[in-house]
Structures are given as structure tokens and as C-alpha cells.
């Protein structure tokens, strides 16, 4: 049987295919990879002497290994966050989603790299070691939630957990060729995550395949009544809709100075995945979206801003216990006036009702994920990659907007390219079912870094 080929779903309900297969698979892949690619910052060790996985295989996750970023609390495992402050952080409790994974039959095999304090994207930590894209080992795989990209692009976990609070999963799921899931705002549960914005954070999933982002989903959400972001909504079904086509649909294609000002390459492959949708029977619009470059600056802004405000008392005590460029911009999120603060949070509702506005003539938009391919390692400026590769990703977390990133094409430099798809607030089926469409009738989800394949 071929694994690769299989969604989460087949693995947990094939008979030939057990989990303890399966985590010894990836296990394998971890020693071989692992040294090289830097994408766990803790392996949890399997239990050779330990009872099959709590519960049955209709559970959704049964026995499935799972990667989650090291931002998530594990009781008894240690969580850094990529920190210096928390390299010996023990916690007593799992996260709330965490819980929800472990109940639906999970087994987490490792807690993964992130670029420090999730304040960044090139997942270059100074602490930890920087992670490497599998596809170029000089370059990036993005970040914050690098580690878990890496980690499912080669089959060193299935899928995993990331934190998106200006693109920290669409990012490196573009650049490493996987599929990531922002959801709503509010959808999942942020308690037992270290904070980097209480305004812009969210958790969402890494796969391999869009409907193992819906498994994920319809795991991971749910209304959490201690966490104040939390809200209630009715239990997700994602995986059952996906199948239901998209014809009919209408789409706005982002164009305008801010979005072409991209790699040719990237745009070229955006417009084709358009043609491909129009297959599928929907109807294609260009509409310009300039409007994102200011949702984009005072995402920034406020993400540096709400990251000093709670590292406030580490970054008075020991700020050279923070990499450098984590440190800059702790510092200048903490030198910004409460003026552009609430002309910031005033541009947040600006841009959020103009994309109201857009869902209400559209269903859908489709852009890049990421303006350029991965950068190179060497020499690279933290700080400078933020602004870049993040110019389409934060407005929706300013917006708080599902988006969802999946592989749609490579360089000829063969870095892979991803297209994202946003909707309107709570249309996770909507993004998921024009994902899969999109999935099912090209391979490029299939395209494996040779590094990966024994």
C-alpha cells in the first residue's frame, strides 16, 4: 500500500495499515531527516510497552502521529516556544486543543521548531537552530510554524499543529508545498498557546491533503468557555461537504500595483490555477485588492505592539536573552504610541468591512499565499522577510477571514508555489470544498522533496 497516496481518513479506517505502522514510519523518517532539517525541537520517544491508542478506529485521529509546533502546552512535555525563557518549561495541563486531538486518538511524536516567540517567519531560531526548507536546505520553510511544514512535506508526521497570527501556517505551507488552514477567528481555541496578539492569533492545522485539514478541523474547533477569543458556534462538518463541487461559484481574482508587485513566476501560476478553476465551472472576476497593503501595516504594527505588551516584563529584565531581530521589534512595537495603536485598530475594521462588502459580491478570492518563493538562509533579514512574505497573508488575520493555502505550482528553480483562498468569516466549507476542487484535479499536492523519499 501506498502511504503517501492516502488521507487520514483511509489511514485510520484501512485494515492494512495499523497505527503503530504508521508512527514507526515517521520515526524513521525524523532520525533519518531530523539532523539535517532542524523541524523538531523535541522528539517524544515512542512507547514500545504502551496499551494500542485509547478508543476505537471511528475516531477520527486513532492512533495517528501527530506533529504540534512548540507553542502548545503539553503536560509534561517540555514546551520552549523557541525561547530562551522557556527552554526548561514543563506544563502541568495540555492545551484545549491539544486535549481535543489526544481524545480523538492521537499520538503526538515531537513538538516542533518555531521561529522564536512565533515573532517572525524565516524560522531561523538562535536558540534552537534554524530549520531548513526540505526542498532547497539552503533556504527557509517559512514560518513561524516552520517545523510542523517541514515536518508533514517529509513525512515526519502526518499532519500538525501551527499558530497564524500574520500568516505563521499559510507561509511555510507554501514554501515547503503542503496545504495550511487559518480558520475563523474564534473557531479554535487559543488557551494553553503562548499569546504573540491576543487580536490576531490563531491555530489551525499542516496536512498533506485539504480534506486532512478538514479532519484537523473538525477536531480541533469547538467553543472553549474559558477562552475569552472562543466562539460558540455549532460543531463543524467539513469533510462531508467537500465533495459537493464549486460550479456556480464566484470568484475574485486579487490584482492591482500591491498584488503584482510579486514574482512573475508566482503570479503566473496564481492565473493558471484560475484556469483551472473555470473547468470546474465557476465564474472568475479580477478585482483590485490595494486595499490589503493597509491591512497588511497595521497587522504589523499591531503584532509587534501586542507581542511587547506581553513580553513586557522579560523584555525589561533580560532583552539580550531575545534574538536580535526579535528584540527590534519587540522594541518597537513597545515605542508605539497609543495614537497609531487606535488608528491601527481603526484601519482593522476598515479593511475588514471592505472584504464584507467583497463576500458579499463574491464567494471566494484567490491570491498568492506569498509574494516570493523561499529565501535563502544565508544572510537572510528576519525582519525584512517579515514584511515580504507576510504582505498577503496578514490582512486576514486582521480580518480574522478563513484562508487556506494549497500547492499549486513550482519554480524552475523547483520551489513550490501557493495559492490561497479566502472567504467569508465561518466559511471554512466554503475555502475546503474550492481547495479539494482545486486538489483533485492537479498533482502538485503529490510532489515530494527528493530528500523526503527513502
Not at 8 to 14: A, F, H, I, P
Not at 50 to 69: C, D, F, N
Not at 330 to 348: C, D, F, H, I
Request: aromatic share 6%; charged share 20%; proline share 6%.
Amino acid at each position: 500500500m501506498n502511504i503517501e497516496s492516502l488521507s487520514l481518513t483511509d489511514l485510520v479506517n484501512s485494515r492494512e495499515v495499523n497505527a503503530s505502522d504508521l508512527a514507526s514510519a515517521c520515526y524513521r523518517q525524523i532520525e533519518r531527516l531530523n539532523p539535517t532539517l532542524n523541524a523538531f525541537i523535541t522528539v517524544i520517544p515512542p512507547d514500545m510497552d504502551a496499551p494500542p491508542p485509547a478508543g476505537t478506529r471511528s475516531e477520527s485521529l486513532y492512533g495517528l502521529p501527530i506533529a504540534v509546533k512548540d507553542l502548545y502546552d503539553t503536560k509534561g512535555i517540555r514546551t520552549t516556544s523557541g525561547s530562551k525563557f522557556f527552554a526548561d518549561n514543563i506544563p502541568i495541563e495540555d492545551a484545549f486543543v491539544i486535549q481535543k486531538i489526544k481524545k480523538a486518538g492521537a499520538q503526538i511524536i515531537g513538538k516542533t521548531n518555531t521561529h522564536e516567540i512565533a515573532l517572525g517567519v524565516t524560522n531561523n531560531n538562535p536558540h534552537f537552530g534554524a530549520c531548513r526548507n526540505p526542498w532547497d536546505v539552503t533556504r527557509i520553510p517559512g514560518g513561524s510554524s516552520g517545523g510542523s511544514a517541514v515536518a508533514v512535506a517529509t513525512d515526519m508526521a502526518l499532519a500538525a499543529l501551527g499558530t497564524d497570527t500574520g500568516g505563521s501556517i499559510r507561509i511555510p505551507a507554501a514554501l515547503c508545498g503542503v496545504v495550511g488552514l487559518k480558520p475563523t477567528y474564534g473557531r479554535v481555541s487559543l488557551r494553553g498557546i503562548l499569546p504573540l496578539s491576543w487580536n490576531l492569533d490563531h491555530a489551525g492545522p499542516i496536512t498533506r491533503k485539504v480534506e486532512d485539514a478538514a479532519i484537523m478541523l473538525e477536531v480541533m474547533g469547538g467553543y472553549d468557555e474559558l477562552d475569552p477569543a472562543s466562539v460558540k458556534t455549532l460543531p463543524g462538518d467539513y469533510t462531508s461537504n467537500l465533495k459537493h463541487g464549486i460550479r456556480g461559484s464566484k470568484i475574485a481574482l486579487a490584482v492591482g500595483n500591491y498584488v503584482e508587485e510579486s514574482d512573475p513566476e508566482i503570479l503566473a501560476a496564481v492565473r493558471t490555477s484560475g484556469l483551472v478553476l473555470l473547468e470546474q465551472g465557476v465564474s472568475i472576476t479580477e478585482v483590485n485588492m490595494d486595499f490589503l497593503r493597509e491591512g497588511a501595516l497595521a497587522n504589523g504594527l499591531m503584532t509587534q505592539t501586542d507581542g511587547a505588551s506581553f513580553h513586557r516584563e522579560r523584555l525589561m529584565a533580560h532583552p539580550d536573552w531575545f534574538g536580535t531581530d526579535v528584540r527590534q521589534r519587540l522594541e518597537a512595537g513597545a515605542a508605539v504610541t497609543s495614537s497609531e495603536y487606535a488608528l491601527a485598530r481603526r484601519t482593522q475594521v476598515e479593511v475588514k468591512r471592505k472584504c464584507d462588502l467583497l463576500f458579499e459580491q463574491y464567494d471566494l478570492l484567490m491570491l498568492p499565499t506569498t509574494p516570493i518563493p523561499a529565501p535563502f538562509l544565508a544572510g537572510e533579514n528576519a525582519i525584512e522577510r517579515a514584511r515580504q512574505l507576510t504582505r498577503f497573508t496578514a490582512p486576514f488575520n486582521l480580518t480574522g477571514l478563513p484562508a487556506l493555502s494549497v500547492p499549486c505550482g513550482f519554480t524552475k528553480e523547483v520551489l513550490p508555489i501557493g495559492l490561497q483562498i479566502v472567504s467569508r468569516s465561518w466559511n471554512e466549507v466554503g475555502v475546503l470544498r474550492a481547495g479539494y476542487a482545486f486538489q483533485e484535479v492537479t498533482e502538485w499536492h503529490m510532489m515530494k522533496p527528493k530528500l523526503a523519499v527513502l
